[in-house]
């Protein structure tokens, strides 16, 4: 459970440095502003994470 724990907090501190906010509700949840006002989404689940938003080009950006 402690590698899992320095794992997210890790991965945390990175997603938060790029500009994602983590949700207070759910910490698996991670949302950012893109500079047109559109949202990107991150949501972690295990070792997996699904990412969302309007603009593929933003999420293409993102994941280079």
Do not use: P
């Amino acid at each position: 459970k402690a590698r899992h724990w320095q794992w997210y907090k890790k991965f945390d501190d990175f997603i938060q440095s790029v500009g994602f906010s983590r949700s207070d509700e759910d910490h698996s949840l991670f949302s950012k502003k893109t500079k047109d006002g559109s949202l990107i989404f991150l949501i972690l689940y295990m070792d997996d994470m699904l990412l969302f938003g309007q603009h593929v080009g933003e999420l293409v950006d993102l994941v280079r």
